[in-house]
């Protein structure tokens, strides 16, 4: 087996390296920066050059971290590495090992549906294909995200026109920034004033620095006292829910951005307005066509819905297997409470 | 239909009061009244009886969507919901037809129950294919029965008042009972001459908040009027025309319930409206609230459940006498004509004049409701003796001051996910106390906990499940709960030998051991003590 999984995560012992290991390591090869995917701590990170400034807010000024650009081929230890887009935030990418005629990939998070924040997705043809599940059931098919946005500016100007605010929870990186190019406007604004939260700001920023359109935003604590937030629109990571942080918006309406959102239950048990279902994931559909697409005779199944996923594909004559993630109980979060400090 | 279901939406998405009046209130105003009617008909919580078996839905739903049985189970569990799932699982409407929610209900909902398993298939299957979204969602709910919306009777009301300029009352009293969701019953609901309410109808009742504060800040204890407050179904016995109603506050009509009741009623005189409670009784002492239950259950009432479970109507208020509405007379007033009424009805076998107890103080006041549960009430109601017969819940004449419940520190054993708003998340638990070193499961409860404290649980208990049976978890006995519940009986239905009344959490007991939760000789002596 040219991967094997180990305690400390995905290991290539002919390469002598780890692909997002939950635990410090000498080299790391990550897929994407979420706090999942991208832990503190190893000696050497390689990663794709177009999240380098994500990765580097994520893993500290310290961290040792060797940047390649998609499709550029390195060789660690005889062992042929590249990385491919992922279509699941700015930077992440798929890691295509190749190794005596065997080519595996790890597809981290990704999804198919595009996303003007980062680079779209990438089909890779592989013998073995590592594929993640999140929203791994039929139940779950994406409408299109233009109906999303269009509901998300119909429910900004109706808070607006009772003066109110919009808060929109959505993860601080990735999915705060899709938020944001959403709502982008042609002519580089938006509807109204937009505000955000600590830790969606400093990533935003990074955004910007990569070179992304986003609207104009301003960094919520930084507004003197008293200052007046009605009929703007908030973002806020989701851990910033019932906060003191957010007494200052007064009585504004909450909505949050997930794929969870299609679900009833999952939209009312977060006691908000508004759900919209915006995912970064593939549905079924995709991930099915996916799967399809990378040609793979094996296929491993991670993070997420692993066991239907795997028996569909059994059931389909494809060599599938159930990866354990080290993640277990977080089917609720789209990337762990790891990546979601508190700063206001 | 589309706008019936953006109805849903509006009122679904938002926990806001205020905008699910206002939502409701805009879909009155201008719908047509034989929609409308169908609205309020399941606004207010009534529904069709089953339809249709779900086994035989889900079965056709699967072929259309083309997948196994066993995904379509994962899917369900992911979901927790029947019609959702289907609905999620569905392709997209092949020929969106729109049509208005009477049609729906009234041409392919009602007949479905009539029609053979192939006619059945072929309606669903049409329906399936002309409805799309957020519609197909509530239609599914509709044929299954579970339709259900988080307003209450009194929320839809107010809408209908609002939208009609009738007051609230009004449309309370016209809704009570058995309507039938008409264009024309629509339009009487609505109509502005208010006196031709059905005679068979009764009041609106009217509850009590529970006690909020100190007692002395309710005034002087000389102005109230103290009662004991006893478990039974509340209920008002309607004498009108020669004819007799009892109404429990359900809006139920369980005359056939309670024969010995409706009989008794015969001596009253005509035009009598009594408020009170129907309690199971035997030896001047009111028995175990099961015992009431096991009469509600059944269909047919022999003369045996008769004698073991003979009832009482305890009365306590006087709405209507010789045709006369006393509701916007004093209590006080309103008292002593009851007082009269119970005495000249020549049936106090079955019509108990609730008992005042004297209090001239609220040290007196304290003292009985401490003397409560040896009385074998649940507390005591206060009201108020200049106090109106108000309507629904209203606060300031009537406090209901319910005494401590039972309390024990029990070990959580068991888990199970949730449905609907809680799919997917562990809230459904199992709790045991020990016996000669064993846990012995005593009760199951499913609230008391905040969403970020059924989170954690949720992740823990993924984290150390010992064993599955199907959606049952069995867990590492390591978290303590402080429980509550109302009453506690004898059961040989349970292992432990104890049945526990209105289990639910009071708090996580992280400070506690295992070891140091309750035994189950603590829950024998409690019952002991009740007997």
Known sequence: MLLRITDRGLYCEAGDFYIDPWQPVDRAVITHAHGDHARWGSRHYLASSEGRRVLRTRLGADASIQSVDYGERIDMGGVRVSLHPAGHILGSAQIRVEHGGEVWVVSGDYKTDPDPTCTPFEVVRCHTFITESTFGLPIYRWQPQSEVFAEMREWWSANAKAERASIVYAYALGKAQRVLAGLLDADGGAMGPIYTHGAVERLTRDYRDSGIALPHTHHASEMPRGHDFGGSLVIAPPSAAGSTWLRR???????????????????????????????????????LSTIEATGAERVWVTHGFREPVVRWLLERGI?????????????????????????A | MRRFAQLFAEVDRTTRTNEKVDAMTAYFAVADPADAAWAVYFLSGSRPKRLIPVRRLSAWALEIAQIPEWLFDECYDAVGDLAETISLLLPPATS??????????????LGLAKLGEEAQRDSIRESWSALDGVERFVWNKLITGGFRVGVSHQLVVRALSRASGIDEGTIAHRLTGHWKPTANAYRALLA???SDADRSRPYPFYLAYALEGPLEELGDASEWQLEWKW??????????????????RGDELVTDRFPEIAAAAEFLPDGTVIDGEIM?????????????????????????????????????DLLEIEGRDLRGEPLSSRRAQLAT?????????RFLLSSIVHATTWDDARDAHGRARAQLAEGLMLKRLDSLYGVGRRKGGWWKWKVQPFTVDAVMVYAQAGHGRRASLHTDYTFAVWRDGVLVPIAKAYSGLTDVEIRELDGWIRRNTK??????????????????FEGIQASPRHKSGVAVRFPRILRWRKDKPPAEADTLDTLQTLLREQS
């Open chain 2, 96 to 109: 969106y037809t729109e049509r208005p929610l009477h049609e729906w209900i009234e041409q392919r909902v």
């Open chain 2, 192 to 194: 502005a001459d208010t």
């Open chain 1, 319 to 343: 060599d599938a297997l159930s990866i354990a993630s080290h993640w277990e109980g977080e089917e609720e979060v789209e990337s762990p409470a790891a990546g979601e400090e508190i700063v």
């Open chain 2, 231 to 248: 478990d039974g179904i509340r209920s008002q016995l309607i004498r009108r025309d020669g004819k007799n109603y009892l109404w429990s």
């Open chain 2, 341 to 349: 009424a119970i005495a000249n009805a020549r049936a106090e076998s």
């Open chain 2, 467 to 484: 064993e599955k049976f199907g959606p049952v978890r069995h867990v590492e006995p390591v978290h303590v709960f402080e429980l509550a």
């Open chain 2, 280 to 316: 199971p009784w035997a030896n001047d002492a009111p028995l175990p609230f099961a015992q009431l239950q096991r009469r509600i259950g059944r269909t047919k009432l022999g003369p045996k459940i008769l004698a073991d479970v003979p009832v009482v109507l305890i009365a306590y």
């Open chain 1, 249 to 287: 918006f007064g009585a504004a309406s909450p909505a949050f951005a997930s794929g969870w959102m299609q679900i009833r239950g999952a939209r009312r048990r977060r006691a908000v307005d508004r759900g919209f279902v915006l995912s970064d994931h593939v549905d079924w559909p995709a991930l």
